[in-house]
């Protein structure tokens, strides 16, 4: 069986585009996590608050973020996209949180293969209140669970590119070293 955090290829013109895993389909209310012991999905938990995901979110194969989770991904595309799905992304920002005292990044990016948004390649050239929405829902998502997070302003594609560069070199290492 393939785990699709270690034997997905995590693209060839990284860190600009990149294969992307869906956990979580827009919409969705529902926390998927993946369990990196089996490569399968696991559910969280429901969301406590009266809010659903803004953008499919997921992460790139073959990364391991700060927080020791593979890196966080939110790919805007017209529909939602089905959990375990992998598709072909661009980067176009990133957004940084502080939860629990660790940053975490989500890398922004849109779907390659959907016309709609794949002319998109920096954050700025959403309209405002997209943008405006997607870091709401991580300042309010975790409120009705007593945990406060603190969440940064979107930056620009060329910001997300190092960031996932250091994920993709952290995974070789903790991997080579027989960690992961």
Request: glycine share 4%.
């Amino acid at each position: 069986m393939t785990h699709c955090w270690h034997d997905v290829t995590p693209g060839q013109n990284l860190p600009r585009d990149f294969t992307a895993v869906i956990e979580i389909p827009t919409f969705s209310k529902v926390k998927y996590e993946l369990d990196k012991t089996t490569g399968l999905l696991r559910l969280d938990r429901m969301l406590y608050s009266a809010v659903h995901y803004p953008a499919n979110y997921g992460f790139i194969p073959q990364t391991l973020a700060e927080d020791d989770d593979p890196l966080d991904v939110l790919v805007l595309c017209q529909e939602p996209v089905d959990p375990l799905t992998i598709l072909d992304a661009r980067a176009i920002g990133v957004m940084t949180m502080i939860d629990s005292g660790k940053p975490d990044h989500k890398i922004l990016a849109v779907a390659v293969n959907d016309p709609e948004y794949n002319p998109f390649t920096e954050s700025s050239e959403l309209p405002p209140h997209r943008l405006a929405m997607l870091r709401r829902f991580f300042q309010d998502y975790k409120m009705l669970e007593g945990k406060t997070v603190e969440v940064e302003e979107f930056q620009s594609a060329s910001a997300a590119f190092p960031i996932i560069e250091d994920s993709l070199q952290r995974y070789s290492s903790q991997r080579r070293r027989g960690f992961l």
